[in-house]
């Protein structure tokens, strides 16, 4: 597909197939987010493939989390952000979990945390081009100490989670933003 056709066509997907993606093409997908630019080139992530059991377990802990939080003084905290329980049962329909990990360096926040954006939007960028779905995931921040803990990451800083399967759903393109709003000549 041509690159523009790629992004113009990218979607974030939430249904998907429960039919298992190869591993050479998550290969492929973590091949392109190994080529990514990086903030000096410092190449700050790691990525984790869980799957089955592991991936659904995972998902439980942002559900048990979820739960609990609704009955403490989290609360607040979850109102604003109660996405989570939805995402999670995404988690657990697709077949295949990514785990972005930083490598942590506390010099280096902002342009780790850049650099793993570009990666992350490589992956869903060639998910698409491979005829994938791709959901982008923050929701695991909220348990990310449990999430490391569970997959013996512990030296690791856990950032972003990526769903990938096929797609058993099409959406349309959600809204943007005008480009004369988002773009100025000076
Ligand atoms: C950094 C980031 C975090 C996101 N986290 C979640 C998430 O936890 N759960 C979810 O369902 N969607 C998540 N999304 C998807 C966005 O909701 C989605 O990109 C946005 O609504 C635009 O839709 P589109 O991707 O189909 O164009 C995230 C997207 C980004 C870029």
Known sequence: MELSEV????????????????REIIEDLIN?????????????????????????????????????????????????????KTTAYIMKEAPVLILVFRLKDDNWIIGDLLSIGAAIEHICLRATDLGLGSLWIRDIVYTRDKITEFVNKDDKELISAISIGYSNESPKQRPRKQLTKVLEWY
């Open 32 to 84: 392109s987010a190994r080529l990514a630019p990086s903030a000096k080139n410092r190449q700050p992530w790691e990525f984790l493939i869980v799957k089955e059991n592991i991936k659904n377990e995972i998902a439980d802990i942002m559900l048990e989390q979820e739960k609990k939080s609704k009955i403490s003084l989290e609360r607040k905290i979850y109102n604003a952000n109660s996405s989570v």
């Open 7 to 22: 992004i113009k066509t990218r979607r974030s997907i939430r249904k998907f197939k429960s039919d298992d993606v190869a």
